[in-house]
């Protein structure tokens, strides 16, 4: 059912089913995948272990459990982070088609504000014209220091912008790891709060992986991949956005 559900809202989506979290362990190692919908009581063990992989093994992969479970979970805090969205079983296919509509929307109908960093004026002006050309608001700075300013708390970050951009190095000693832990930490804004896209040309594996524990969304590569990059942009607004959305409707 619910694959026939994913096929009506977007007709070309692959999708892979599974029945238990070994099976979903063994094809997460094998394949990529861009959304995981997963149940919490499976016949060989709890869904939440599939989270606690994904966030452990792969970039901010988003994993959505669908559950009659949910409401206990939730008072007792058992789901916690790993998490990024979920949805109640007693809400029926109906409630699943809205939620999953949501989730699903064309790329194209997908637009948003950024915080862009980068301390190159010739680098910046190409990369605006780009987002801009795909219905993306771009605010460009120089420095972390800059945009710091533009953020001075949690509320003014989420209601101005949807996506952090910044390269990793930056003018006086700067990095992108000086804006990401603020936001992090200071600010308190988690990533699905506020996605943050990091651009690098540091191609060591370990390095990449520590800057995705400290808090970053995705990376992309330089040179930079334009198609790549419109889509990992479009990819993180769309969750975030969607996040705010069903949290307005909920207060």
Same mark, same amino acid.
């Given at each position: 059912?619910?694959?026939?559900?994913?096929?009506?809202?977007?007709?070309?989506?692959?999708?892979?089913?599974?029945?238990?979290v070994a099976?979903?362990?063994?094809?997460?190692?094998?394949?990529?995948?861009?959304?995981?919908?997963?149940?919490?009581?499976?016949?060989?063990?709890?869904?939440?272990?599939?989270?606690?992989?994904?966030?452990?093994?792969?970039?901010?992969?988003?994993?959505?459990?669908?559950?009659?479970?949910?409401?206990?979970?939730?008072?007792?805090?058992?789901?916690?982070?790993?998490?990024?969205?979920?949805?109640?079983?007693?809400?029926?296919?109906?409630?699943?088609?809205?939620?999953?509509?949501?989730?699903?929307?064309?790329?194209?109908?997908?637009?948003?504000?950024?915080?862009? #960093?980068?301390?190159?004026?010739?680098?910046?002006?190409?990369? !605006? &014209?780009? @987002? +801009?050309?795909?219905?993306? =608001?771009?605010?460009?700075?120089?420095?972390?220091?800059?945009?710091?300013?533009?953020?001075?708390?949690?509320?003014?970050?989420?209601?101005?912008?949807?996506l952090v951009?910044?390269?990793?190095?930056?003018?006086?000693?700067?990095?992108?790891?000086?804006?990401?832990?603020?936001v992090r930490?200071?600010?308190?804004?988690?990533?699905?709060?506020?996605?943050?896209? #990091?651009?690098?040309?540091?191609?060591?594996?370990?390095?990449? !992986? &520590?800057? @995705? +524990?400290?808090?970053?969304? =995705?990376?992309?590569?330089?040179?930079?991949?334009?198609?790549?990059?419109?889509?990992?942009?479009?990819?993180?607004?769309?969750?975030?956005?969607?996040?705010?959305?069903?949290?307005?409707?909920?207060?």
């Amino acid at each position: 059912m619910t694959e026939k559900l994913v096929k009506k809202i977007k007709p070309y989506t692959d999708v892979i089913a599974v029945s238990s979290v070994a099976e979903a362990l063994e094809h997460l190692k094998e394949h990529r995948v861009d959304l995981i919908l997963t149940a919490l009581r499976l016949k060989d063990d709890d869904g939440t272990k599939i989270c606690a992989y994904v966030r452990e093994n792969h970039h901010y992969l988003p994993v959505i459990v669908v559950s009659g479970d949910v409401d206990n979970r939730l008072k007792e805090r058992l789901l916690g982070s790993d998490v990024t969205d979920y949805m109640d079983k007693a809400a029926g296919q109906k409630g699943l088609e809205i939620f999953l509509s949501g989730l699903l929307q064309p790329e194209d109908q997908i637009n948003g504000k950024i915080l862009y #960093i980068e301390d190159s004026a010739v680098v910046a002006h190409a990369t !605006k &014209k780009l @987002l +801009q050309n795909h219905n993306l =608001d771009i605010t460009h700075t120089l420095s972390v220091t800059d945009a710091k300013a533009l953020i001075p708390d949690a509320e003014s970050a989420a209601e101005q912008f949807d996506l952090v951009l910044t390269d990793y190095y930056l003018k006086n000693n700067e990095t992108a790891m000086d804006i990401l832990k603020y936001v992090r930490s200071e600010l308190g804004l988690d990533k699905i709060d506020m996605p943050f896209v #990091i651009m690098t040309g540091d191609e060591n594996t370990e390095n990449q !992986k &520590k800057i @995705l +524990q400290s808090g970053a969304n =995705d990376l992309i590569g330089k040179p930079v991949n334009q198609e790549a990059l419109v889509k990992k942009i479009k990819f993180q607004i769309r969750f975030t956005q969607f996040h705010r959305a069903k949290t307005a409707q909920a207060d």
